[in-house]
């Protein structure tokens, strides 16, 4: 019998099946030769969320949970952190190398004179009422990008993916600071192209009346650094979702504009803002211990903790953790940062928490960082999706060039009535 298959004996029938296993795993639709009667459906797999189910081959980003390690290409996140910036990783992410000089220069031109933004859409932004969430006015207005870039169509031309790729990537933070912008009421700030990546987006938030904003080096690396961190994740919810809406054609402004929706949850992207709101809920390191009796009591969780794939320290967290002291030397220490610690402290040992494997995850600290920066809560999934973009990006070209993929269509058990005759309004009693 050949060593790498798995047999499956169905005691319905007593009969035996030998499927292939490859990479420890072996293929769903295998299992549909497994049946009881020649008319059967076929066996299938149950799993909601995707517990255990691989939906791709990815080369792009690798993560041992147990371990916690995360590497882009192969390249460990914490060398990426400290040697490299956001835009060589994000050319990383989306080629698969790191880029010589010329390529590099190439490609920061490129993503630098794509920064502008149609003024029909500062027409847009201001149709929304002054205190609409900007991760809000994000999602609808990437969505709306389709409308302008008709070309983005073309999926299988590489030439139109490529501009999209610079128009979104360089675009992004443009949109994001027109949203902040009008959430707070203040002129929008057309881009610098004479500054780098964060350093041009700081000064369409900031900007006042000063001929150049003058943003503060070890900030601007904070922020490139944060952008690093978050950049890709393999195929976490919003991602997933960018593959399975890109899965149907769809331009990559549309698939975007749902994966950003995906990742505006407080179980996803939207967590940083949660924590920064449980934060202020607990106010104080006192209430600490009521609080974590009311998490494990089922009365809400630890924003910030926990992961489907981690059950070690999230390695993001540890980076974010360490930039935090550079940051707050810079802008002052975070009061709530107390509150932080002393709950990381005590849910560590813990042992409802140690059972369950929950650490502090990505988001546990970033929301500190921001908040120093001056940057308001809100905007935290914001500042999410500007570097997620990037791995979203890389993943659609990664599921586009893929001959194993198709629409993504997941198969249901029906659990609903069985066929019955329709019952005009008036009898039905
Ligand atoms: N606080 C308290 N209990 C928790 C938490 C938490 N943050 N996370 C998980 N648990 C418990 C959960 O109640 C369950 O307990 P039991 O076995 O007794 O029912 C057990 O741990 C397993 O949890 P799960 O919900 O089955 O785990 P999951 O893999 O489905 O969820 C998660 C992962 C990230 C959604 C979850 O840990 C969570 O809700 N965390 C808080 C939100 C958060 O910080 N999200 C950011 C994730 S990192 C950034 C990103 O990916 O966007």
Redesign the pocket.
Known sequence: MAKDTLTITDNRTGKQYELPITDDTIKAIDLRQIKVKDDDFGMMTYDP?FMNTASTRSKITFIDGEKGILQYRGYPIEQLAEKSNFLETAYLLIYGELPKKKQYEEWVHNITYHTLIHENIKKLMDGFHHDAHPMGMLVSIVGALSTFYVDAKNIDDPESRKKQTFRLISKMPTLAAFAYRHSVGRPYVYPDNDLSYCANFMSMLWKMTEVQYQANPTLVKALDVLFILHAD?EQ?CSTSTMRGIGSSRVDPYSAIAGAAAALYG????G?NE?VLRMLDEIGSKNNIPSFIKD?KEGKG????????VYKNYDPRASVIKALADEVFEVTGRNPKLDIALELERIALEDEYFVK?K?YP???FYSGLIYQAMGFPVDMFPVLFSIPRTVGWIAQWEEMLKDPEQKIARPRQIYDGSGVRDFVVMSKRG
């Open positions: 969320a994740h976490n407080p179980l996803h992207g967590a949660a998490v969780r630890l924003m910030g903790f926990g992961h489907r369950r929950l995850n990505v988001d």
